[in-house]
């Protein structure tokens, strides 16, 4: 069965150091998600990217943060700037049509 | 009115015995309510969703409950078996343009033999 893979599955990084997490989605899905999860809270929004361009980005999205579809199958997410307050678990998910398919995450802790 | 409020915040449930969690929302734009079955250390995987144009989905032992009017669904797991024990989120959306997931605040469940 198709799924969605993130690696690293887990970061530790300096505070201020660019990360980049990365995520290979489904083959046949167009429609891609960035999620965080603060340890111990719910799954929050953070972006989501369509035919090649941001559709729409949350309050958390700021400048720190960017996404990229380099090739026909990676789709990452880059923090240029790591603060204490990026640390959580960051889920990729990408759909077809509504169902929205999530990969394992990649743990980020900032030091 | 993006919210999504889950509840009960965690759940004990003996072997056999029901669960049942409620969520509620508030934007009536929402036309898709999924839920999602997380274990620690994994990403939430999707256990069953639902449309406001039924009130009723059935798959195995979840169901999903939906009352359009009062602007609630609810999961319900019959027949509990320790290892459905996991955190549980409802989540809605707008399924123009394969919108984002708002969820809910999720249910830790504990199902004990």
């Known amino acids: 069965e198709p799924e969605v893979t993130q690696t690293p599955s887990h970061q530790v990084t300096q505070m201020g150091q660019e990360v980049i997490l990365r995520c290979v989605p489904i083959?046949?899905?167009?429609?891609f998600y960035w999620y965080r999860q603060i340890l111990g809270q719910k799954v929050e929004f953070l972006v989501s990217f369509y035919n090649n361009e941001i559709s729409e980005k949350s309050e958390i999205f700021d400048d720190q943060f960017s996404v990229e579809r380099p090739d026909g199958s990676n789709f990452t997410l880059k923090i240029r700037s790591t603060k204490l307050e990026d640390s959580a678990m960051y889920f990729c998910?990408?759909?077809?049509?509504?169902?929205?398919?999530f990969g394992p995450g990649t743990r980020l802790l900032v030091l | 009115q993006q919210q999504v409020k889950q509840s009960p915040q965690s759940l004990i449930v003996q072997k056999g015995g029901i669960s049942i969690i409620n969520c509620a929302y508030e934007n009536t734009a929402f036309d898709y309510f999924p839920w999602y079955q997380q274990f620690p250390g994994k990403g939430p995987a999707l256990l069953i969703a639902i449309r406001p144009d039924v009130s009723e989905k059935k798959e195995g032992r979840f169901t999903i409950s939906f009352n359009k009017s009062a602007k609630q669904f609810s999961l319900h797991i019959m027949d509990s078996q320790p290892g459905d024990s996991a955190t549980y989120f409802c989540a809605a959306s707008r399924i123009y343009n394969t919108d984002k997931l708002i969820f809910g605040t999720g249910t830790r469940l504990q199902v004990f033999p």
């Open positions: 083959s046949n899905h167009l429609y």
């Open positions: 998910a990408s759909s077809e049509y509504e169902t929205q398919y």
